[in-house]
């Protein structure tokens, strides 16, 4: 990620950022599914240090947290055009203007942790990481398996 690129999402507040990071993770799946997304990134930003931050944009841009933001990758081009376009008109795309509304509540913590903790997740039909293993597993939710530590 060039520098520019991290500098536009770091202006992000913190549900903008969480909601993009949403929409590209599971945009896909049910509100569960995207509410446990934005959940464990959430988990994350109470271990500080440990996942890159206390920040959500620290959490989330953190190199290879979340592989929708990795350098390459097609995603990580949807999210540069999402992140350039004034969030009043997030309301054109209903998948994120749902997570960017979810995100709000998760940063606020209006939205209950529906993972039971969760730090770290995947999606079987995609991978098959070597670290869940290592691993408990919290909740099952839609194409997602939510673990931690």
Request: proline share 6%; hydrophobic share 40%.
């Amino acid at each position: 990620m060039t520098p520019e690129q991290l500098a536009l999402f770091k202006s992000l507040a913190p549900a903008q950022i969480l909601a993009l990071c949403m929409k590209e993770e599971a945009g896909g799946e049910p509100i569960e599914g995207k509410v446990g997304v934005g959940c464990t990134v959430r988990n994350r930003t109470y271990k500080g240090p440990r996942f890159g931050g206390w920040e959500y944009a620290d959490v989330i841009l953190r190199p290879k947290a979340f592989s929708c933001f990795n350098d390459g990758t097609p995603s990580l081009q949807r999210l540069i055009a999402m992140a350039q376009v004034q969030v009043t008109q997030w309301d054109h795309d209903p998948v994120l203007f749902e997570c960017f509304y979810l995100a709000k509540g998760i940063v606020k913590n209006i939205i209950r942790d529906n993972t039971k903790g969760a730090d770290h997740y995947y999606a079987p039909a995609l991978c098959n990481p070597s670290w869940a293993k290592k691993m408990t597993e919290t909740a099952v939710i839609g194409g997602h398996r939510f673990m931690k530590e």
